[in-house]
């Protein structure tokens, strides 16, 4: 393997190692009620509502097949899991569908 | 998630399986299809488990593949993982209280803290997540990670093999991510931040693009929810 990747690996994850261990190295000032309750309550669901609003963004410049499958996918994904409540199901169901629309556009 | 995942009869291999699985659907389609683009770029196949192994960061290691295939050296391309990871230093807030001490259970998981096993470790019901013992979270962090090598060394190995018509795989990702939230906005204060959170993403993405705007719109989303919360929890 070439040193330019070995030694990007390396320093990938020395700064990615370095995000990650923060909290446990300083987090203990950090601790209080209201802090708590934001981090371990209100923080994760916000955090989840941004990544899928980026990972959904440039949908709007996919073309048609693209945007008709992930649109598709995620009613699916919605749907089960509000019928079924099953992680597996849900995220399944979506991505297949999502696959099949894609594979299948022409013929559709 | 039901609370028959979290039997407490069970091995604590197999309650972290159970909390894994969904994390297991979603990383090994992305980790192919990652490890595939790795090759495709002309990179050396073996690079993209190692980056699996030692960086495990998925969008850090997509951008690394490209940037690696234009020409940028080493160290921008650590700097720009920093700022894109930077976001994972709120996720070990969640779970400082559930470590007395060092060791290296805690180490690992602090390593291997991802967006994908915050999110499943954080939406665990409150009285689930109180029966867990701390052995839980680096089971799953580890699971979690094995799946995410796994993904990566199998798309290297097939390559170019993959027909160009296989799409739609990556959806597995925005899917979880779905599935997680519908799970944590089960009370009114949680719908709430979440709500207000992806409008103030949405407003970041309108007016910034999305392109290395993650992190500061991210804080901006934080923020917003914090003031929030202050506001409510005021007399």
């Known amino acids: ?11 990938m994850a020395l700064a990615t190692a370095s995000a990650r261990l923060l909290p446990f190295l300083i987090g203990d000032r950090l601790n209080s009620p209201a802090l708590r309750r934001l981090f371990a309550e209100l923080f994760p669901p916000a955090v989840l509502a941004v990544l899928i609003v980026f990972l959904g963004w440039g949908i ?43 594979a299948l556009w022409p013929h559709l | 998630m039901t609370d028959t995942t979290f039997d407490q009869d069970a091995s604590p291999w197999r309650r972290a399986f159970v909390l894994s699985v969904p994390i297991l659907v979603g990383y090994v389609p992305i980790g192919i299809a990652f490890g595939v683009l790795w090759v495709q770029q002309g990179l050396e196949p073996l690079g993209a488990p190692l980056l699996g192994l030692v960086v495990y ?25 920093f700022v894109l990871n930077a976001r994972h230093a709120i996720y070990g807030l969640a779970f400082l209280d559930r470590f007395r001490s060092w060791s290296a259970a805690k180490a690992y998981f602090a390593f291997a803290l991802t967006d994908e096993t915050y999110a499943v470790l954080a939406a665990m019901p409150p009285e689930a997540a109180a029966r867990q013992d701390d052995g839980i979270l680096w089971r799953v962090a580890l699971l979690n990670q094995g ?24 959806f597995a990702l925005t899917a979880l991510f779905i599935v997680l939230l519908l799970e944590q906005v089960r009370s009114r204060p949680k719908a ?24 500061p719109v991210l804080a901006a989303a934080l923020a917003a929810v914090a003031i929030l919360d202050r506001r409510r929890a005021a007399p």
């Open chain 1, 1 to 11: 393997m070439s040193a330019t990747v070995v030694l990007t690996a390396m320093l």
């Open chain 1, 60 to 102: 709007g410049t996919e073309p048609p097949p693209v945007q008709t499958a992930q649109a598709l996918g995620a009613a699916v994904t919605v749907a089960a899991h509000l019928a079924i409540r099953n992680l597996l199901v849900s995220v399944g169901s979506g991505t297949a569908v999502c696959m099949a629309v894609q």
């Open chain 2, 57 to 81: 960061a998925g969008a850090s290691q997509f951008m690394a593949a490209g940037m690696l295939a234009a020409g940028q050296g080493p160290v921008e391309i650590a700097l720009a993982t």
């Open chain 2, 147 to 170: 799946y995410w090598v796994i993904g990566c060394a199998a798309g290297a190995a097939v390559g170019g093999l993959v027909p160009a018509a296989v799409r739609g795989l990556d």
């Open chain 2, 192 to 215: 709430s931040a979440a709500l207000l959170a992806g409008a103030v993403a949405a407003a970041g993405a309108w007016l910034f693009g999305t392109a290395g705007t993650l992190l």
